[in-house]
């Protein structure tokens, strides 16, 4: 398998020349093949409470129970207008078998202002010799992702409070 490319299949899979990718948006290659579901989790990290980056979890479903085949799981991050489209991360890997159906994949999401729409894609390859199926998905972050910004300027408020200590210290001299 090759390494997975979201934008290049949003082209090989959009509807029409003028779609573009934003939330909510679903394309997946015909006849039964694979689905995915993500779930989205804001997750507080330390040090600061208020940090929440997004938990998400994809889910990519056969439709072909009882084929075994190899999945991989993509993720990218775009902008609000689906002008932009990033470049894609594998997130995860697995095999449909003969009892199992289901591939999942957990990874988080770090807060990235302007870029605040996650594409998913999938793609199987089938032990049958079937075309491989392709899935792909556009979801909206739900995590605040101003929250990175408030914690990085309480670091820098902290890692700068001495030295604005010091220059407070500095007996004023009459000239």
């Known amino acids: 398998m090759a390494d997975m490319d979201i934008a290049g299949m949003w ?9 573009t990718p934003r939330p909510g948006a679903h394309q997946a290659t015909a006849g039964p093949g694979i689905t995915i579901d993500i779930t989205q989790q804001c997750q507080v990290a ?5 940090f929440s980056p997004d938990e998400v979890t994809v889910t990519v479903t056969s439709h072909r129970p009882g084929v075994a085949g190899q999945v991989t799981i993509g ?10 489209q990033g470049p894609t991360t594998t997130v995860g890997t697995g095999q449909f078998t003969a009892t199992s159906s289901q591939v999942q994949a957990g990874f988080v999401v770090l807060p990235a202002a302007g870029w605040p729409v996650l594409g998913v894609g999938a793609e199987a390859t089938w032990e049958d010799g079937a075309p491989q199926s392709f899935a792909l998905n556009y979801w909206q972050l739900e995590c605040d992702p101003l929250v990175w910004w408030q914690w990085l300027i309480r670091i820098l408020a902290i890692v700068t409070r001495p030295f604005s200590a010091r220059t407070s210290r500095i007996p004023h001299r009459d000239t």
């Open 11 to 19: 082209q090989r899979l959009r509807a029409g020349r003028a779609d």
């Open 46 to 50: 330390l040090p600061v409470s208020a």
């Open 75 to 84: 993720a990218n991050l775009n902008s609000p207008d689906g002008s932009y």
